[in-house]
């Protein structure tokens, strides 16, 4: 089964040529080191762009690579695909959820300052809205951000905040104004700007390669020209990337799945069992159907989705909907990989091992099932 | 500087041969360029740009001869930079370095470049025999597995280096000229052509094709021909019998000892 979408055309191809180009030759052989030393090196950034892959689906103007939500999407499964390192690829794209909001909302300025550099691979990005005492309800967030002159003075904390300990900027969701998501703005924090911390690098379940990281802002002071867009509207600039996020996370749930798929057929063609290899058993068989059965699913509902949003369709209930399946496939797929490998499953030497780990994050990450399920409902209207 | 690559279109070389009734199975082949053909277009691009200044000075031109599919590879090429294309319609089977090299011979004289720069060979068949019969059809200078080219005498001369048994040899040739390529054309310093600073350093290895040039490559011009409008006919004097995969080696040994080794190696293996 080949790991194409629906909408995929020949440059999607020749883009994916070029993922899988880099991917393996740069990716690939350190793929275990990585993830059992919990890094990548820096360097990987400057050469994921002099790849032509950084900026993929990003404006030209601020040294993107130009090409659409599609080209994102095929581009980022090539890489995991033939990179065999989700922590990687996760730990080299924070910038897709911390540069939109500068995009959609900051000033030619801000765009000029912020966005070029990550797309040269010369600086990291990351965005910090969750708090150690909540990520679903954003609203409710608490870091707070007074104005004294030309600064504002942060105060709070951010956990699970992916490439934290490593970011040169992080886009903020900080407390401007009173209770509820009308008092929310984004400040982009700089790494040298006092009172900023990185309190502590999380050991994680999965995505190993890719550091996860609690701040904490003490008293510090943020130039106000770092503020996106006007006070107090930080809430809409941080929802107007949610269907884009959501679909890149299930295509990377897609990627995944496939990925184990892979392995999976190719373990069961080749290991024997009872004097004959496992593929020959029927149940195998029936197994890897279903699996790829799913995968199919997941991966039709994302194109769609996909192919929607690109066309300007308001999909933020469909976003949600792909997020669930290819969660939900990602999963269930991984389990079976590690079913079919046996004992080498469970073993940290096979790749299926580490892809179940690092399939459970996505219930979680980017707004949890539940949250998804809320996002449903309401539009349903149930 | 005008250049001319012809580049071949094969089976990802990644990828298992699959053998049907004494014949390559190609059914289910993923196609990628030679790889030695990506050098020569990679050096091409190289010895026609200021690589400092990231602009263009000269023109690449790539050719093709095959089938339909094979417009896919030359779009590769053109969105790494190459200026246009010319597609020659042709089946691989009825192809062999004779007529390949004889069309090669007919699109030269047409296009008239300053210099055709080719793969060493193809790694699909390994005949290492095109650019060699296109220097003698067209009765010009040949250089053949370039390790490194400098454009010399204002662009009326290449100095090309060869890695031979001895050590490095170094030829000049005056253009135009046929030289073929070696993987170590695209190291960081091989390509001189007095354009791009010579303190710069290229990323080991073929360039990266960008989304903005996948995007362009399909509005860059491709000419399609045949062989006839070419006034190229004939048929192949090669004819393939029956492929066949090299026999399965017999497993290794370890030995205990270099006292083992050489006794195993006079005895069993009469190596010595
Ligand atoms: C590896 C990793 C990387 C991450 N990277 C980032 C990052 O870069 N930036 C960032 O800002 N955040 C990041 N996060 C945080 C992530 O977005 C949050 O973990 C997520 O939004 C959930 O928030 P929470 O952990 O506070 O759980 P909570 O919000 O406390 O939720 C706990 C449980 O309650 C459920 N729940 C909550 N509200 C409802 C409701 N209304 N109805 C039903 N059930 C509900 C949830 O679904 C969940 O099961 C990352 C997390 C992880 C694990």
């Known amino acids: 089964m080949r790991a194409r979408y629906y909408f995929e055309g020949e440059e999607h191809e020749e883009l994916r040529t070029q993922a899988r180009r880099f991917a393996t030759a740069q990716i690939a052989p350190n793929a275990t080191s990585w993830e059992e030393a919990e890094e990548f090196p820096r360097s990987l950034y400057p050469a994921l762009a002099n790849a032509g892959l950084m900026g993929v689906g990003y404006p030209e103007e601020f040294g993107g690579c130009g090409g659409d939500l599609g080209h994102t999407l095929a581009a980022a499964e090539e890489i995991l695909l033939a990179g065999h390192s989700v922590g990687t690829i996760v730990g080299l794209s924070s910038h897709a959820i911390a540069l939109p ?38 609203a409710a967030l608490q870091t707070k951000a007074v104005r004294d002159g030309d600064h504002y003075v942060v105060s709070g904390a951010k956990t699970f905040i992916t490439s934290g300990t490593r970011a040169d900027f992080v886009t903020t969701a900080v407390r401007t104004g009173g209770p509820g998501h009308g008092g929310i703005s984004l400040l982009i924090i700089e790494k040298d700007t006092p009172g900023f911390f990185v ?14 990281a609690e701040l904490r802002f003490d008293n510090c002071r943020v130039p106000a020209e770092n503020l996106i867009g006007p006070e107090n509207s930080g809430f809409f600039a941080i929802v107007s ?20 798929y892979q392995e999976s057929v190719a373990y069961a063609r080749n290991r024997s069992a009872f004097g004959k290899t496992l593929s020959r058993f029927q149940v195998t068989r029936h197994k890897l159907s279903d699996m790829a059965t799913k995968i199919a699913a997941a991966r039709a509902l994302t194109g769609e989705v996909a192919m929607r949003a690109m066309a300007g369709e308001a999909v933020i209930a469909q976003a949600a909907m792909a997020k669930n ?21 469970y073993m940290r030497e096979s790749i299926v091992e580490r892809l179940y780990r690092d399939a459970r994050l996505y ?19 149930f | 500087m005008k250049i001319l690559v012809p580049v071949k279109r094969v089976p990802d070389p990644e990828l298992k041969a699959n053998i049907k009734d004494g014949k390559l199975d190609l059914s289910g082949a993923q196609w990628v360029v030679n790889t030695f053909d990506e050098y020569a277009v990679e050096a091409a691009l190289r010895l026609t740009e200021n690589a400092d200044e990231g602009s263009r000075d000269g023109e690449v031109v790539v050719v093709t001869i095959g089938p339909d599919d094979a417009a896919v590879q030359l779009r590769s090429c053109l969105a790494m930079g190459a200026d246009r294309a010319i597609h020659v319609a042709s089946e691989d089977a009825n192809l062999d370095s ?13 296009e008239k470049p300053d210099m055709v720069l080719l793969g060493k060979q193809a790694v699909d068949g390994d005949t290492n025999q095109v650019g060699q019969m296109l220097a003698a059809l067209l009765n010009l200078p040949q250089a053949t597995f370039a390790a490194s080219i400098e454009l010399a005498d204002d662009g009326k001369a290449c100095v090309v280096s060869r890695e031979v048994d001895a050590g490095v040899e170094f030829k000049k040739l005056p253009l135009p000229a046929v030289v073929t390529v070696d993987l170590r054309i695209v190291s960081p310093t091989s390509i001189t052509n007095g354009i791009t600073p010579e303190s710069h350093e290229y990323a080991d290895g073929p360039r990266y094709a960008s989304l903005k040039g996948i995007m362009k490559a399909k509005k860059k011009p491709m000419d399609n021909k045949t062989m006839a409008d070419l006034g190229v006919s004939g048929s192949p004097v090669v004819k393939e019998l029956e492929v066949t995969l090299p026999e399965a080696r017999a497993a290794g040994q370890i030995v205990e000892s270099v006292e083992e080794l050489v006794k195993k190696l006079s005895e069993e293996a009469k190596a010595l």
């Open chain 1, 101 to 138: 909001p500068i995009l959609a909302r900051g000033s030619e300025e801000q765009k000029r300052r912020f966005v070029s550099p990550v797309m040269s691979g010369e600086k990291i990005s990351a965005l910090g809205i969750t708090e150690p005492s909540g990520g679903s309800d954003v």
């Open chain 1, 199 to 212: 309190s502590k690098k999380l050991k994680k379940t999965g995505w190993w390669a890719s550091d996860t």
């Open chain 1, 241 to 260: 990337n949610f269907v884009h996020e959501r679909l890149y996370l299930a295509a990377q749930c897609v990627a995944i799945a496939q990925l184990a």
């Open chain 1, 325 to 345: 399946a290819a969660t939900d496939a990602c999963s269930w797929v991984a389990d079976q990989a590690v079913q079919i490998h046996g004992g080498y499953g």
């Open chain 1, 363 to 381: 219930a979680i990450g980017g707004g949890t099932r539940e949250i998804m399920n809320e996002i449903i409902s309401k539009t349903e209207a």
């Open chain 2, 98 to 110: 004779l007529l390949v090299a004889k069309t090669l011979k007919a699109v030269y004289d047409e």
